[in-house]
């Protein structure tokens, strides 16, 4: 099998520091690495608030360190954890304006997530409520669709999904990612993404691995390939999540992804179209 190129590649998942959890890259590391493997763009995301600032940080790095000799952009996000204010369309707002692309619902302070893992639930950031989502959620969406952002369902129960994306529909978000929902803490059943795609169009996020606790993680690459032939690859984006010291280096995991789809039988073409086409269209770039 012919090895996969990262070139042109686009990871709209990766985690970096400075972050409350040490990661592997930090983003100005995570800015040389893709250059060298000739990525387009990456998204980084950080559970404690914004990351669009830190985005325009490392352009400005790449501009003046390789003098325009590549067209690798790093992109930023917004997710809406306590550190923010929960569901804060002030600052969502504010994170849109300075360049934010994506707006993650509550990962850590998502109610699903402070449940399944037994914390404090005071610390925990409503979404959806009597069956309904949050009226602040109705600003947000307004904000996700003029500023043609994506929104991420991050860590909420597959319940709650449903009602936010079904509600985002009806508010005109076009964009819509549904998060790592292969992750037991999400933990959406096969039936139901593929009724997310069905019913709803959306994408879903299908990422390299996931945590298991304790530092130990679990390879999602034979459950991923199971969902694309299950989906089909139009409606699956491949990021890595990544950035974790227990896992491959951003790159090398990516890398890894692409190539195990490959030797699995997924066309390149397809992988390509899953890694390049998706999240080029999701972040307003030319494939």
């Not at 250059?35 to 830190?54: E, L, P, S």
């Not at 679990?218 to 459950?223: A, E, V």
């Not at 690859?233 to 195990?260: I, K, R, S």
Request: with cysteine.
């Amino acid at each position: 099998m012919n090895k996969v190129s990262l070139q042109g590649v686009i990871d709209m998942h990766v985690h970096t520091n400075p972050d409350l959890r040490h990661r592997a890259y930090d983003d100005f590391e995570l800015t040389d690495a893709a250059v060298r493997v000739g990525a387009r763009a990456i998204v980084i995301k950080t559970h404690q608030g914004m990351t669009m600032d830190r985005a325009y940080l490392c352009n400005a790095y790449n501009q003046r360190v390789n003098h325009g000799n590549n067209n690798f952009t790093m992109f930023g996000s917004i997710t809406m954890n306590k550190v923010i204010g929960g569901i804060n369309p002030v600052a969502v707002e504010t994170a849109l304006k300075l360049g934010a692309k994506v707006v993650w619902l509550p990962t850590a302070s998502a109610r699903n997530h402070i449940e399944k893992l037994n914390l404090d639930m005071k610390k925990c950031v409503e979404v959806v409520r009597d069956g309904k989502v949050v009226p602040e959620m109705n600003d947000v969406f307004q904000l996700v669709k003029d500023y043609d952002a994506v929104l991420g369902t991050a860590h909420v129960s597959p319940e709650e999904c449903f009602v936010v994306v079904e509600a985002a529909r009806k508010a005109g978000v076009k964009k819509i990612v549904v998060t790592h929902p292969e992750w037991w803490l999400v933990n959406m059943s096969v039936e139901d993404q593929v009724r997310m795609v069905k019913d709803y169009d959306v994408i879903l996020e299908r990422c390299y691995a996931q945590n298991m606790g304790g530092g130990k993680y679990k390879s999602n690459l034979p459950s991923n390939l199971e969902i694309i032939q299950t989906v089909g690859y139009e409606h699956v984006m491949v990021d890595t999540d990544g950035g974790q010291v227990e896992n491959p280096h951003w790159e090398l995991a990516l890398q890894e992804y692409m190539q195990y789809l490959v030797d699995h039988g997924i066309p390149e073409e397809q992988v390509y179209h899953m890694t390049h086409t998706i999240p080029a269209g999701l972040l307003g770039l030319e494939d």
